[in-house]
């Protein structure tokens, strides 16, 4: 089974709106941590934002802001102000066991394609 | 500061022959990531390095794949009689070793494009 699963198609927004990147999760283990980066057309891996599975209110950090649910088991990152240089792919991806301190492997979704349009 | 830096930026080879990958972690970084990208698809894990030592090299395809580090730095990926499936973006990551705690953020490079004819 996947553990991350992003099946949104390609995503288009209007610049300056906001935009909901859908993201779920699978995991047995109560430690985990849920990452978002962004990687444009230059194929860098940019890091977004973090969500660990024990912190109490949703991590933002300026234009992102991450919309944890965690009975749901989703983690959906929210752009506000969209800007053209946001067209990119956005990947969500998943760290186990981050309570025991071992550095475990980031498991990553498939991604989703956005594009922000003038 | 420097970032993680992998060479070379492309390579391309015949199937069947041997390929080495470098990456060169951040300074200071003490685990260090293999990751493999194939086209329009996400990231796949292959092997973590904690210092010099694989504790998980569960990602690793298929015995024709191998890594080192030495020195606590600098690793390769070796790639033996290639074929045209390992051809895909292999992107290194590296992170502070500290342990504790779920964010230590993995820094990636920018990749090395292989393809196999």
């Known amino acids: 089974a996947q553990k991350i699963t992003q099946t949104q198609p390609g995503m288009f927004v209007q610049e300056k709106e906001a935009v909901t990147l859908d993201c779920t999760y699978d995991t047995s283990d109560p430690s985990y941590g849920l990452f978002w980066y962004k990687q444009p057309s230059s194929g860098e891996m940019i890091f977004l934002i973090y969500q660990g599975s024990y912190d109490q209110q949703n991590a933002t950090e300026g234009r992102y802001s991450l919309n944890f649910q965690k009975a749901r088991k989703s983690a959906n990152l929210v752009i506000s102000a969209s800007q053209l240089g946001d067209s990119a792919m956005y990947f969500c991806?998943?760290?186990?066991?981050?309570?025991?301190?071992?550095?475990?492997?980031?498991?990553f979704g498939k991604g989703i394609t956005l594009s922000v349009r003038p | 500061g420097a970032g993680v830096s992998q060479s070379p930026s492309n390579k391309v080879t015949e199937k069947g022959k041997d390929v080495e990958l470098r990456c060169d972690p951040i300074s200071g970084h003490t685990a260090l990531y293999w990751y493999r990208q194939s086209l329009g698809q996400g990231l796949e894990f292959l092997i973590y390095?904690?210092?010099?030592?694989?504790?998980?090299k569960s990602g690793l395809p298929s015995d024709r794949f191998s890594a080192e580090r030495t020195g606590g730095s600098v690793s390769t990926l070796t790639i033996q009689r290639t074929q045209q499936e390992d051809s895909a973006v292999y992107l290194c990551?590296?992170?502070?070793?500290?342990?504790?705690?779920?964010?230590?953020?993995?820094?990636f490079g920018p990749g090395t494009r292989l393809t196999v004819l």
């Open positions: 991806a998943m760290r186990e066991r981050v309570r025991t301190g071992a550095n475990s492997k980031l498991t």
């Open positions: 390095f904690q210092g010099n030592s694989a504790p998980d």
């Open positions: 990551a590296s992170s502070l070793g500290t342990g504790g705690g779920g964010y230590n953020e993995q820094f």
